[in-house]
């Protein structure tokens, strides 16, 4: 599975972005998909995962009520919608998948940069 996340940009703080996450070698339909991000200095951290239904979100505190995670198609298997950015934002931010009905993630993406500017 490659994974590869897009969308990344540099925007003023209480701006917008969408990022997705494109896939290829096979249908992640089954799989748990989440974000990650890793700011400069920083270790990597969750973001936000769905369920492979899309039933179910889970969410870092940090963006709560201000990113909004949804699935997508075969090829773009995952979308990050971030609005009210802030400059805590700024990192490098990363799909991944889990293996079929698994819960762990097992594939990562290339990641994309996000910067926010105040």
């Known amino acids: 599975v490659q994974l590869q996340a897009s969308g990344g940009g540099s925007v003023q703080a209480g701006g917008s972005l969408r990022l997705s996450c494109a896939a290829s070698?096979?249908?992640?339909?089954?799989?748990?998909m989440g974000w990650f991000r890793q700011a400069p200095g920083k270790e990597r951290e969750f973001v936000v995962r769905i369920s492979w239904s899309g039933l179910s979100t889970h969410y870092a505190d940090s963006v709560k009520g201000r990113f909004t995670i949804s699935r997508g198609n075969v090829r773009n298997p995952v979308y990050l919608q971030m609005n009210s950015l802030k400059p805590e934002d700024t990192a490098v931010y990363y799909c991944?998948?889990?293996?079929?009905?698994?819960?762990?993630?097992?594939?990562w993406g290339q990641g994309t940069q996000v910067t926010v500017s105040s």
């Open positions: 991944a998948a889990s293996g079929d009905f698994e819960s762990d993630f097992r594939y």
């Open positions: 070698g096979r249908t992640l339909s089954r799989s748990v």
